[in-house]
């Protein structure tokens, strides 16, 4: 009915108004054989840090117990900031910064190069027997102060992931409620549909897609460049981009496969819009299908964000909006269309 196209649109409108307005640890063990040692200096501020000390080195110190001893050194303290300049005169990186760990005569930094490194890293030295602590001055009162982590509880964790990025993630629980309002909505066909895109138009459709694609062009450059992204007020675009979720099996960055969906339906709708023919209901079909997929997909990243990553990206949830839009306006062509090709097919009867 008309009434649900105008109740999901005024839910937009509310979860955008709302988003308006909402716009140191260690572990220590005894030296002995066949221990790695290590150091990670960090900043209570920095959230690249915060994805290793939460979701990088914890999954480590279960695997390895009491082979693995990493330090956590805060760099804001006295003692902790000496021995970061300590460490910086001596190993002399290519880029200041951290997070930064320690290991041997290793050093990684940020939080991308840790993760792919370290593990490697950990099994070599293990493999040679261990390896002591680095030779800086005043690593011993460092080390032998450090307190053990205490394990945190699953509430406790999404507690601190949550407050992490406190605006920027209830901007982004604001728009999964909106988009998990939109799949309820075209989860199946509705008389106020098809009335609704008449409304919107063409070119307002083409205007979502091309919006869609900006950001997610924009994203494709940040991360296959490993450039920073410019954020704005709100969230943290790079701690995004730079945790393990930015790539889908480990290779093929996120933001292209939004490139390559919303270039697939810019297509098929510019073709069942502008050049129509024999084809358009398939094409219609096809733009439903790939929109639908888009936005589920799309959900599942921006619940990522707030509770799994702790950070979160504008420009992924301009994206995720825009598409969630794209495909409530493509629901009542799309089902109208489905059921068309199923008929020519033979599979639904009139």
């Not at 649900?4 to 955008?16: A, E, H, M, R």
């Not at 982590?149 to 982004?172: I, K, M």
């Not at 050049?275 to 209901?281: D, F, I, L, Q, S």
């Amino acid at each position: 009915m008309r009434r649900s196209g105008k109740w999901i649109l005024t839910l937009w409108v509310f979860c955008l108004l709302v988003a308006g307005v909402a716009v140191p640890q260690a572990v220590t063990a005894a030296p002995g054989d066949n221990v790695v040692h290590g150091i990670l200096f960090y900043s209570p501020t920095c959230p690249h840090c915060h994805e290793v000390m939460t979701n990088v080195l914890p999954l480590l110190r279960e695997q390895y117990g009491e082979k693995l001893v990493i330090v956590e050194v805060d760099t804001w303290t006295a003692e902790g900031g000496a021995l970061w300049q300590a460490a910086v005169t001596r190993y002399n990186p290519s880029v200041v910064g951290v997070p930064t760990l320690v290991i041997g005569d290793k050093v990684l930094i940020g939080s991308r190069e840790i993760p792919q490194m370290l593990p490697g890293y950990i099994d070599a030295y293990l493999a040679e027997g261990g390896v002591p602590w680095p030779n800086l001055p005043g690593i011993e009162a460092v080390a032998g102060d450090a307190a053990p982590v205490v394990p945190l509880t699953f509430w406790e964790q999404l507690q601190e992931r949550y407050t992490r990025d406190f605006v920027g993630n209830v901007l982004s629980t604001v728009v999964l409620v909106g988009l998990l309002a939109t799949i309820a909505a075209i989860a199946r066909p509705s008389d106020w549909q098809l009335p609704v895109s008449k409304r919107f138009g063409a070119w307002g459709m083409l205007a979502l897609i091309t919006i869609g694609l900006i950001a997610a062009g924009y994203l494709s450059y940040i991360e296959t460049t490993g450039s920073e992204a410019v954020c704005g007020p709100v969230g943290d675009c790079n701690a995004v981009q730079q945790s393990e979720y930015a790539l889908l099996f480990g290779f093929l960055p996120m933001a292209v496969l939004g490139v390559i969906g919303y270039v697939g339906i810019l297509v098929v709708y510019v073709y069942a819009t502008f050049v129509a023919g024999a084809g358009k209901p398939l094409a219609l079909a096809l733009g439903f299908l790939m929109s639908a997929f888009g936005l589920v997909f799309s959900t599942y990243l921006t619940f990522l964000e707030p509770f799994v990553i702790g950070a979160t990206c504008a420009w992924c949830l301009t994206s995720a909006v825009c598409m969630a839009l794209i495909a409530l306006l493509s629901a009542g062509p799309g089902w109208a269309a489905l059921k068309r090709v199923g008929h020519d097919l033979g599979l639904v009867k009139t």
